[in-house]
């Protein structure tokens, strides 16, 4: 009840203050005693905890909690955990490729830094990249299963003719990329993704991660991707859950 309760705080916060009220609930959570896949009250901890971590931005342990709500679930259940699967996926994988020069950053400034008042701050984010970097290791095999999760769900919607596509398609492109290296099928995943989105905004910027990719570009400034990660990009098409 306390992490729910300050999840919901959180929700209604800002700034600093929401990432700490996150932080506080995830806390809570995890201590709930209802973090066991077993344990009859774990898919609403698990959804809980997801939205927690993905408010702190921490989006490899906001996709363990939800791969294993989708693994587990049924048929329609898995069609309303697919959505946010599809988005921490994407954002794990800009992780991926994002957490080498943030703790770069951070240590450079923390050796630069002499004020202790000022270290601390720099200290809490670097543990807190550093254990995100570790939890990103452990859930590498995840994002292995979801690549062809994601690219066999969309392959059977554009043949059945249901949208969708899109979206499954850009995050496998993404996790082929960043996390597997492979850049041959992050290629074709991003053909598709194009060929299957409608939004012409969207389809733009699909188009402007392909060339990216295509000139074998791994500085994500030239993305064009903001803080929040690729999932915070506008879009229309929002159909990857139920029809």
Not at 13 to 18: F, P, Q, T
Not at 30 to 40: F, V
Not at 159 to 183: Q, S
Request: with cysteine.
């Amino acid at each position: 009840n306390r992490g729910k309760c300050l999840l919901k705080q959180a929700d209604r916060a800002s700034g600093e203050k929401k990432r700490s009220l996150a932080r506080q609930a995830a806390v809570a959570l995890e201590k709930s005693g209802a973090t066991e896949p077993d344990h009859q009250l774990f898919a609403t901890v698990a959804a809980d905890l997801s939205t927690a971590y993905r408010i702190q931005k921490r989006h490899a342990l906001e996709l363990l909690y939800l791969d294993v709500l989708y693994v587990r679930a049924e048929d329609a259940g898995r069609e309303l955990v697919l959505p946010r699967l599809v988005e921490a996926a994407m954002d794990a994988a800009w992780e991926a490729g994002e957490l080498p020069s943030r703790i770069a950053e951070l240590e450079k400034s923390l050796a630069e830094t002499k004020d202790e008042a000022r270290q601390k701050p720099l200290k809490d984010d670097l543990a807190v990249a550093k254990d995100e970097k570790t939890v990103l290791g452990a859930v590498t095999e995840r994002l292995s299963v979801a690549v062809k999760r994601f690219e066999d769900i969309a392959k059977a919607r554009i043949e059945a003719k249901e949208r969708g596509a899109g979206p499954l398609l850009r995050a496998a492109a993404w996790i082929a990329y960043f996390v597997h290296g492979d850049t041959a099928r992050a290629l074709k995943d991003w053909d598709g993704a194009i060929e299957a989105t409608l939004n012409a905004v969207e389809k733009s910027r699909i188009e402007q991660e392909r060339r990216c990719a295509a000139r074998g570009e791994k500085s994500l400034a030239a993305w064009g991707v903001g803080e929040d990660g690729p999932s915070a990009a506008p879009s229309k098409d929002r159909s990857v859950g139920p029809r």
